[in-house]
């Protein structure tokens, strides 16, 4: 079995910073692209960043110039620095990854990680 953890989230006022770190573990044969999504109280979940197995980034509109997704895939971990955080960056982070094992390319979600941006 495959699973994802996330750690690093907590409370932090306006204009501070955090790092999330998500580790992919189990029967993993490859990884493909790794992700961070969030889901604020009320709104669907949303794609914040995510890097492809050569490193291509992308990242939401909102975000842009302000968080950074990295991967260190010898450790099988992706992380997610936030700089500059604002009140509406409030949410549930999830890590996300496209893992090959012995079955197809599928996509595993870790449990999330709350953060909250207070003004």
């Known amino acids: 079995q495959v699973q994802l953890v996330e750690s690093g989230g907590g409370l932090v006022q306006a204009g501070g910073s955090l790092r999330l770190s998500c580790a992919a573990s189990?029967?993993?044969?490859?990884?493909?692209?790794m992700a961070w999504y969030r889901q604020a109280p009320g709104k669907q979940r949303e794609l914040v960043a995510g890097i492809s197995s050569g490193g291509s980034t992308n990242y939401a509109e909102s975000v842009k110039g302000r968080f950074t997704i990295s991967r260190d895939k010898a450790k099988n971990t992706v992380y997610l620095q936030m700089n500059s955080l604002k009140p509406m960056d409030t949410a549930v982070y999830y890590c996300?990854?496209?893992?090959?094992?012995?079955?197809?390319?599928?996509?595993?979600w870790g449990q999330g990680t709350q953060v909250t941006v207070s003004s």
């Open positions: 189990g029967s993993i044969f490859s990884i493909d692209s």
């Open positions: 996300n990854a496209r893992i090959w094992t012995v079955l197809p390319v599928k996509d595993y």
